[in-house]
Protein backbone atom coordinates (compact mmCIF):
# COMPACT_ATOMS: atom_id res chain seq x y z
CA UNK A 1 0.00 0.00 0.00
CA UNK A 2 1.20 3.73 -0.57
CA UNK A 3 2.29 5.59 2.03
CA UNK A 4 0.30 8.27 1.57
CA UNK A 5 -3.49 7.92 0.79
CA UNK A 6 -4.02 11.38 -0.10
CA UNK A 7 -1.49 14.03 -0.55
CA UNK A 8 -2.45 17.34 -0.72
CA UNK A 9 -6.11 16.83 -1.54
CA UNK A 10 -7.67 20.04 -1.34
CA UNK A 11 -11.49 20.09 0.44
CA UNK A 12 -11.90 24.18 1.07
CA UNK A 13 -14.54 24.97 3.26
CA UNK A 14 -17.90 24.58 4.63
CA UNK A 15 -19.10 27.54 1.92
CA UNK A 16 -20.85 24.70 -1.05
CA UNK A 17 -20.64 22.05 1.68
CA UNK A 18 -24.16 21.01 0.97
CA UNK A 19 -23.03 20.30 -2.64
CA UNK A 20 -20.51 17.52 -1.14
CA UNK A 21 -23.57 16.22 1.05
CA UNK A 22 -25.86 15.44 -1.79
CA UNK A 23 -23.34 13.60 -3.17
CA UNK A 24 -22.44 11.51 -0.53
CA UNK A 25 -26.63 10.70 0.74
CA UNK A 26 -26.62 7.89 -1.17
CA UNK A 27 -24.09 6.33 0.43
CA UNK A 28 -24.93 6.81 3.78
CA UNK A 29 -25.66 3.87 6.01
CA UNK A 30 -28.73 3.74 8.49
CA UNK A 31 -28.00 5.93 11.30
CA UNK A 32 -25.23 7.61 10.07
CA UNK A 33 -25.48 11.63 9.53
CA UNK A 34 -23.33 14.36 8.27
CA UNK A 35 -22.16 16.65 10.81
CA UNK A 36 -20.08 18.96 8.37
CA UNK A 37 -19.17 19.42 4.81
CA UNK A 38 -16.70 20.46 2.78
CA UNK A 39 -16.29 22.20 -1.02
CA UNK A 40 -13.50 23.21 -2.83
CA UNK A 41 -13.06 23.80 -6.36
CA UNK A 42 -13.73 20.47 -7.26
CA UNK A 43 -13.16 18.09 -4.52
CA UNK A 44 -14.98 17.95 -1.17
CA UNK A 45 -15.08 15.73 2.11
CA UNK A 46 -18.16 14.93 4.85
CA UNK A 47 -17.87 14.44 7.90
CA UNK A 48 -20.07 11.44 9.48
CA UNK A 49 -21.06 9.95 12.55
CA UNK A 50 -19.10 7.29 11.58
CA UNK A 51 -16.80 8.38 8.91
CA UNK A 52 -15.08 10.74 6.79
CA UNK A 53 -16.25 10.25 2.97
CA UNK A 54 -13.78 12.28 0.71
CA UNK A 55 -15.07 13.30 -2.70
CA UNK A 56 -12.31 13.46 -5.41
CA UNK A 57 -13.00 14.72 -8.78
CA UNK A 58 -10.88 13.11 -11.74
CA UNK A 59 -10.34 13.77 -15.09
CA UNK A 60 -10.89 17.04 -17.00
CA UNK A 61 -14.46 17.05 -16.82
CA UNK A 62 -14.75 16.28 -13.21
CA UNK A 63 -17.68 13.66 -14.13
CA UNK A 64 -15.67 10.76 -12.71
CA UNK A 65 -15.82 10.45 -9.21
CA UNK A 66 -13.80 8.84 -6.23
CA UNK A 67 -15.70 8.42 -3.05
CA UNK A 68 -13.05 7.55 -0.27
CA UNK A 69 -14.27 5.88 3.09
CA UNK A 70 -12.04 6.37 6.29
CA UNK A 71 -13.91 5.09 9.14
CA UNK A 72 -13.61 6.82 12.59
CA UNK A 73 -12.98 3.71 14.12
CA UNK A 74 -9.83 3.16 12.04
CA UNK A 75 -7.99 6.14 12.85
CA UNK A 76 -5.43 6.13 15.04
CA UNK A 77 -3.78 9.91 15.32
CA UNK A 78 -3.85 13.15 13.12
CA UNK A 79 -2.61 16.45 13.08
CA UNK A 80 -3.90 19.54 11.87
CA UNK A 81 -2.28 22.89 10.78
CA UNK A 82 -4.01 25.76 10.77
CA UNK A 83 -3.69 28.51 8.72
CA UNK A 84 -0.93 31.46 9.46
CA UNK A 85 -0.72 34.76 8.42
CA UNK A 86 0.70 34.21 5.10
CA UNK A 87 -0.65 30.34 4.88
CA UNK A 88 -3.09 30.16 1.96
CA UNK A 89 -4.46 26.99 3.80
CA UNK A 90 -5.01 24.77 6.86
CA UNK A 91 -3.73 21.10 6.66
CA UNK A 92 -5.19 17.57 7.99
CA UNK A 93 -3.16 14.68 8.05
CA UNK A 94 -4.80 11.54 9.64
CA UNK A 95 -3.69 8.33 10.46
CA UNK A 96 -5.02 5.17 10.78
CA UNK A 97 -5.35 1.28 10.79
CA UNK A 98 -5.36 0.11 7.12
CA UNK A 99 -3.53 2.97 5.80
CA UNK A 100 -0.57 5.26 6.65
CA UNK A 101 -1.55 8.36 5.93
CA UNK A 102 -4.13 10.37 4.04
CA UNK A 103 -3.08 14.73 3.62
CA UNK A 104 -5.67 17.10 3.56
CA UNK A 105 -6.01 20.31 2.77
CA UNK A 106 -8.74 23.33 3.66
CA UNK A 107 -9.03 27.23 2.57
CA UNK A 108 -7.26 29.26 4.64
CA UNK A 109 -10.27 30.60 7.24
CA UNK A 110 -11.80 26.79 7.97
CA UNK A 111 -12.47 26.44 11.29
CA UNK A 112 -9.77 23.72 12.57
CA UNK A 113 -11.11 23.79 16.12
CA UNK A 114 -14.26 22.08 14.73
CA UNK A 115 -12.40 19.70 12.90
CA UNK A 116 -9.98 19.38 16.04
CA UNK A 117 -13.09 18.77 17.89
CA UNK A 118 -14.62 16.32 15.87
CA UNK A 119 -11.77 14.16 15.48
CA UNK A 120 -10.76 14.56 19.17
CA UNK A 121 -14.02 12.93 20.40
CA UNK A 122 -12.95 9.56 18.35
CA UNK A 123 -9.57 8.88 19.85
Known amino acids: MNDVLFKDLFLGDENGGEKT ?3 VRPLLVAGEEVLFAT ?16 VNRQGITGKKIEFASLPLKAITGFIIENSGTFDLDAEL ?4 SGWNCAEMQFTKGFDVKKLADYLGQIL
Open 93 to 96: KIYG
Open 21 to 23: VEL
Open 39 to 54: KGLRDGAAFTTKRIIV
